[in-house]
């Protein structure tokens, strides 16, 4: 039975987007409903220091203050920031520690996030431990004097793990340490981590808050304004920000995120339960299936459980992978996911090969571990591809049968 039921739809508030779509400003200037692109470097003062709210770009720009206001509302947090890509809002908020802090960070981080703390913030002296973070015990042991920092993907990267986000956050507000969901892979149109007490949200905008596969972009939002100013400050100083016009597109992007994310959740469940029953797969990954360990988690704190499947083949190679994802014919092999096009990738030699290879498969990404985005084509064509590939490779193996249908 399949365990997304239609009536979970009722969980996309409508009286949510409806907020949304209104909280997007009218051009105070000449009335267009389209945000405008303040395509400039600086603004002209009346005096020194006597401005329209507005004097460098860097600090400050009308375009971006619009992102950042959408986003900080659709999380429900205080104050939201825009950066040039996902990793330079994750290295905002690391910019909050010190040297000799602790991290506790999520044993199949993202591999960018990983490169970022392992071979820039270690050399400052910030330490990291990974630990498997659905596992709440193994972060409260984890747990030093040291540590200012639990950060977590949930679902994670790429075997879909989910962590207990109130449970982490009792765990860090307890030890007086902040709370970092990484909430790329759900969303807020599913999950929203600081209504369930964290104390900062990143994404990687470039996936599904864009969600066309046209800009790479970054967002922190923050639970509190103090908080959030701390950061803000990191952001003008260091520089790393959004540009006017990818501000723009992810403010476009936003437009049709829940519609996008409801049929991203009803495809990759049907994709999810389609591979469960294939005979060359050997584990599916999706936190929609009742078989998975965290299934109840996932149900209770998000409204679906987003567009990304994992699996393993049986046969646990590189080379079975490699075949698989150099074979399909919807599914486009490329880094990144989210967009409206379907997207596979192998993780090892891709997403995760800045992960050592021991690490990799100690946090559960095999060998043959396939990643999938599902995008916006037909659940029925997309399930028809990846079942035309995983048949091919059963038939090659085994020379003597004649042919394969369980497509
Ligand atoms: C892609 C991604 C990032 C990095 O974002 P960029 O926009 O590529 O810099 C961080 N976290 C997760 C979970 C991602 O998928």
């Known amino acids: 039975m399949p365990s997304w039921s239609p009536g979970r739809q009722e969980d996309f508030s ?26 400039t470097s600086t603004f002209v003062q009346e005096a020194p220091g006597v401005n329209k709210g507005y004097d460098y770009a860097r600090s400050n720009n009308p375009t971006r203050a619009v992102l950042e206001d959408l986003i900080a509302g659709l999380e429900k947090g205080s104050l939201g920031l825009a950066f040039a890509s996902g990793l330079a809002a994750i290295d ?26 392992e071979q820039v913030y270690k050399k400052f002296g910030v330490k990291i ?6 596992d709440p015990e193994q972060v409260y042991s984890a747990l030093s004097s040291r540590t200012r920092l639990i950060w977590i993907e949930t679902p994670s990267n790429p075997t879909l793990k989910i962590a207990d986000i109130s449970c982490l956050s009792s765990i860090a507000k307890a030890h007086g340490c902040l709370l970092c969901v990484d909430n790329t892979f759900a969303s807020p149109a599913l999950q929203k981590p600081i209504e369930l007490g964290a104390d900062i949200v990143v994404h990687s905008a470039t996936k599904y808050l864009g969600g066309h596969s046209d800009l790479i972009a970054g967002l922190v939002v923050t639970a509190n304004r103090e908080l959030g100013e701390k950061i803000k400050f990191y952001q003008n100083a260091t520089g790393a920000i959004l540009g006017p016009f ?15 994310m409801r049929q991203h959740c009803q495809t990759a469940q049907q994709i999810a339960e ?13 936190p929609g299936l009742i078989s998975h360990p965290n299934h109840a988690v996932a149900r209770r704190q998000s409204r679906g459980f987003g567009g ?21 014919r919807l599914f486009k092999l490329a880094e990144s996911l989210g967009g409206i096009k379907s997207l596979i990738s192998h993780s090892a030699e891709m997403t995760h090969k800045t992960i050592p290879a021991e690490r990799r498969r100690a946090a559960g990404v095999n060998d043959s571990l396939i990643r999938l985005s599902a995008g916006l084509e037909e659940a029925e064509d ?3 591809d ?12 085994n020379k003597h049968s004649q042919k394969l249908e369980t497509c």
């Open 14 to 39: 409508m009286k949510e987007i409806t907020q949304f779509i209104h909280r997007i400003p009218v051009d105070p200037l000449t009335g267009a409903v389209s945000v405008p692109i303040y395509q």
């Open 92 to 117: 905002a908020v690391v910019k909050l520690l010190e040297s000799g802090d602790e991290i506790i960070a999520v044993d199949d981080i993202y591999g960018g996030a990983f490169r970022l703390f």
């Open 129 to 134: 431990r990974y630990v498997d973070a659905s």
């Open 246 to 260: 990818d501000s723009w597109l992810v403010i476009r992007g936003l437009e049709t995120l829940h519609l996008r």
């Open 274 to 286: 389609f591979l469960q029953e294939h005979p060359a797969v050997d584990h599916v990954f999706y």
């Open 308 to 328: 990304i499947v994992s699996f393993t083949l049986k046969e646990d190679t590189v080379a079975a992978a490699k075949s698989i994802v150099t074979s399909t």
């Open 382 to 384: 997309l399930i028809e």
């Open 386 to 397: 990846l079942c035309n590939t995983l048949d091919g490779i059963i038939v090659k193996k």
